[in-house]
C-alpha cells in the first residue's frame, strides 16, 4: 500500500490495525461510519493512500478526488438517500474544523442540512 502515514488514525483504519466495520471498500478506499454520528447516516469516505487533505492535493491525486466523490454518492446511493436528498462535506485545516489530517469525504443524510453550516 502506498503512502501509510505510521501516526495517523485513518492509516490504521485502512491498515485494519484499528478496527472499523466498512461498509463500501475498493482498490482506493475504504468507507465506514463516523464513531461520533452527526446525522442518521454519517459515512467517511477515506482514501488507502495518505493524503493529509486538501489543502495537500498534487495534480496526481485528481482522478483520486473523482473516484472519493464517485465512492461517495454510490454509499450515499446504497443508503437510499438518492431521493431526499444529503450532504457531502469535507473540512479543510484549522478554519474548515477538520481535526483528523487524512482526506476523508463527510456523507450526512436522513436529516435536513442546514445553511449557512456552523
Ligand atoms: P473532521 O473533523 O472533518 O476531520 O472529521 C473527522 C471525523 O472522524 C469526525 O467526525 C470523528 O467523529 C470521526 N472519527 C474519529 N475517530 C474515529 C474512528 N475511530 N472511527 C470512526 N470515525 C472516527
Ligand atoms: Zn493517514
Not at 492535493?57 to 446511493?77: F, N
Request: net charge negative; with cysteine; hydrophobic share 45%.
Amino acid at each position: 500500500m502506498t503512502g501509510m502515514a505510521t501516526d495517523c488514525l485513518f492509516c490504521k483504519i485502512v491498515a485494519e490495525k484499528i478496527p472499523a466495520m466498512f461498509v463500501y471498500e475498493d482498490e482506493l478506499c475504504v468507507a465506514f461510519a463516523d464513531i461520533n454520528p452527526q446525522a442518521r447516516t454519517h459515512v467517511l469516505i477515506v482514501p488507502r493512500e495518505h493524503v493529509a487533505s486538501m489543502a495537500h492535493l498534487a495534480p496526481k491525486h485528481t482522478a483520486l478526488v473523482g473516484h472519493l466523490m464517485a465512492a461517495a454518492a454510490e454509499v450515499a446511493r446504497r443508503n437510499r438517500l438518492d431521493e431526499r436528498g444529503y450532504r457531502l462535506v469535507v473540512n479543510t485545516g484549522v478554519e474548515g474544523g477538520q481535526t483528523i489530517e487524512h482526506l476523508h469525504i463527510h456523507v450526512l443524510g436522513g436529516r435536513h442540512m442546514d445553511w449557512p453550516p456552523g
